[in-house]
C-alpha cells in the first residue's frame, strides 16, 4: 500500500464540557478551557466499516483520525483461545495478539501494540509537516515510532532512560530522521518525559502529546475493535497490564462507540487492569479510593521501577485523575486495579508459551497472571466472555529469524538538564 492522501472526516471533543469543536491539525486541549481533560474524536461514520486485512491497521480508518496512510503497517489479531483457556478452565476466552506471529496473520515488526499508536499518530501528521516530533518511551514506544517514522522518513526524536536500551532495536538501520537521546543509568521513564518537555522547547520541534493525542489512544482502540468485530460482541472482561493507563482508556472509548455503533449488543466492559509490583502507583491511589495520585518520593519510585520485570509498566505521572483519564474509565466500567508479582508475571509467560505457541512481553505476562489470579479467586465466571489484550510477543522468535540493529544514543544527557545544553545538541543532530 502506498502513501497517500486520506481525511477520515471527524471533529474533536471535550470529555469534560462536551464541546465540540474542529481539529486545527494537531489539537491536543480543549481551547478555552482550564480545567485539564482528555478530548476524543468524534467520527462521522457511526458504524464501522471494516476493510480487508491488507489495509493493516487502516483496516479501521473510519475510527482513526488520519490524514493518509503509511506504508507497513499490521492490525492486531484476535482469535479463541483453546488450550490456554483449557488449562485454566474458561469457555470463552479471545486473545488479541499484538506483534509477530505470521501464521496468525501478526506481522507487527516491533513485536509491541506501541505500532498502533504510531502508524496513527503519524498519520495524524500533514504531509507538509516540517517539525520534529518528540516521543518519550520506556522502550517500547520509542522502538515503534523509530520504525514507522524512519520508513516514512518523518522526522524523530526519541527521549527513552539509558536503562531501557535493551528495548531499541531495529530489523533495518534506521533511516537518519530518526535520533535517540538518553537520561543516564537510574533514571526512569518520568526523567525521560522531563527530558522531552525540554526539547520541546526548542524551536522546531512538537510534542506527540502522549495521551492527550487523540491519535494515540485512537490507534490503541483498534485492539478492542479487532476483538468485537470478531467476536461478533462487546466482551464482558478486558484484561490489559497498564503503565499510563491510556490503552484501557482507549479501550473504554471504543466501547462506546461500539454501543453507539448497536450491532454488538449493549455490554459495558469491564476493565481489569494490572501493575507490576512493587511499582503501583495507580493500584494505590484506586484502592485508596482516590482519584488523585497519591504522593510518592522521586527515588523511592525508581528503585521500585529497577525491581519489576515489565519496564513498560513504569509510568509515574499517568492519565490517570484528568477528566476522561483512567479513573474515570474504571469507574464507568465498573473495573478494577489489579497487582501482580515478577515470579506470577514469569510463570503466565512460561503458560502463553507452552499453550498457546508464543512467546510474550513480561507486560502481557501481568495481565495474564491478572486474569489468573481472578479466576482462581473465584471472581470470573468460567463461560464468561473475555478479551485478553496480549499488548507484545513474537520477540524472541523474531530475533531468532532476522538479524536485528541496535538503536544507538546520540547523546546521554544527566537528569534535568538545562534547556540551554539540549538545545546545543539538538541544534547539532538536526542540522
Request: no cysteine; net charge neutral.
Given at each position: 500500500m502506498n502513501d497517500?492522501?486520506?481525511?477520515?472526516?471527524?471533529?474533536?471533543?471535550?470529555?469534560?464540557?462536551?464541546?465540540?469543536?474542529?481539529d486545527q491539525g494537531w489539537t491536543l486541549d480543549a481551547p478555552d478551557e482550564h480545567q485539564p481533560s482528555l478530548i476524543r474524536a468524534i467520527y462521522n461514520?457511526?458504524?464501522?466499516?471494516?476493510?480487508?486485512?491488507e489495509h493493516g491497521i487502516y483496516r479501521f480508518a473510519d475510527w482513526l483520525p488520519v490524514r493518509r496512510k503509511l506504508e507497513g503497517s499490521s492490525a492486531p489479531v484476535t482469535y479463541q483461545s483453546e488450550r490456554l483457556a483449557e488449562s485454566l478452565g474458561l469457555k470463552n476466552l479471545w486473545i488479541t495478539f499484538n506483534g509477530y506471529w505470521p501464521e496468525k496473520g501478526a506481522h507487527m515488526k516491533t513485536c509491541s501494540f506501541k505500532e498502533t499508536e504510531a502508524y496513527t499518530v503519524c498519520?495524524?501528521?500533514?504531509?507538509?509537516n516540517?517539525?520534529?516530533?518528540?516521543?518519550?518511551?520506556?522502550g517500547n514506544t520509542a522502538r515503534a515510532f523509530a520504525h514507522v517514522c524512519s520508513v516514512n522518513r518523518i522526522p524523530l526524536l526519541l527521549c527513552v532512560p539509558e536503562d531501557n536500551l535493551n528495548a531499541m532495536w531495529s530489523d533495518t538501520p534506521l533511516n537518519e530522521c530518526v535520533r535517540l537521546i538518553c537520561t543516564k543509568s537510574g533514571s526512569d521513564y518520568f526523567d525521560a518525559i522531563q527530558l522531552s518537555n525540554t526539547a520541546i522547547m526548542v524551536d522546531g520541534f512538537i510534542a506527540e502529546g502522549g495521551a492527550k493525542n487523540v491519535a494515540r489512544?485512537?490507534?490503541?482502540?483498534?485492539?478492542?475493535?479487532?476483538?468485537v468485530t470478531t467476536i461478533g460482541q462487546i466482551p464482558e472482561y478486558y484484561f490489559q497490564a497498564v503503565g499510563s493507563g491510556t490503552g484501557a482508556i482507549a479501550a473504554w472509548e471504543a466501547n462506546i462507540r461500539l454501543l453507539d455503533d448497536g450491532r454488538f449488543g449493549r455490554q459495558?466492559?469491564?476493565?481489569?487492569?494490572?501493575?507490576?509490583?512493587?511499582?503501583?502507583?495507580?493500584?494505590?491511589?484506586?484502592?485508596?479510593?482516590?482519584r488523585q495520585m497519591l504522593s510518592i518520593n522521586d527515588d523511592e519510585a525508581r528503585r521500585h521501577v529497577e525491581i519489576i520485570d515489565a519496564k513498560v509498566l513504569s509510568n509515574r505521572k499517568p492519565p490517570y485523575s484528568i477528566n476522561g483519564g483512567l479513573f474515570d474509565a474504571l469507574t464507568q466500567t465498573g473495573g478494577t486495579i489489579l497487582r501482580?508479582?515478577?515470579?506470577?508475571?514469569?510463570?503466565?509467560?512460561?503458560?502463553?508459551?507452552?499453550?498457546?505457541?508464543?512467546d510474550i512481553h513480561p507486560a502481557a505476562g501481568i495481565a495474564l497472571a491478572s486474569l489468573i489470579n481472578e479466576q482462581n479467586a473465584?471472581?470470573?465466571?468460567?463461560?464468561?466472555?473475555?478479551?485478553?489484550?496480549?499488548?507484545g510477543g513474537g520477540e524472541q522468535r523474531l530475533k531468532r529469524e532476522k538479524h536485528l540493529h541496535e538503536i544507538k544514543p546520540s547523546h546521554i544527557f544527566n537528569i534535568n538538564p538545562p534547556k540551554a545544553d539540549v538545545e546545543k545538541v539538538l541544534v547539532n543532530l538536526f542540522k
Open positions: 497517500h492522501d486520506f481525511n477520515t472526516p471527524y471533529k474533536l471533543q471535550s470529555v469534560l464540557t462536551g464541546t465540540i469543536f474542529d461514520t457511526k458504524q464501522i466499516n471494516v476493510k480487508e486485512a498519520a495524524r501528521l500533514p504531509r507538509d516540517n517539525q520534529v516530533l518528540v516521543v518519550a518511551s520506556a489512544r485512537d490507534g490503541m482502540s483498534t485492539t478492542v475493535l479487532s476483538a459495558t466492559m469491564k476493565l481489569m487492569v494490572s501493575q507490576n509490583e512493587p511499582f503501583l502507583p495507580m493500584y494505590e491511589a484506586w484502592h485508596a479510593g482516590s501482580v508479582s515478577n515470579q506470577q508475571g514469569r510463570k503466565a509467560q512460561q503458560l502463553f508459551f507452552e499453550t498457546e505457541g508464543i473465584g471472581r470470573i465466571s468460567p463461560g464468561a466472555l473475555i478479551m485478553l489484550n496480549i499488548t
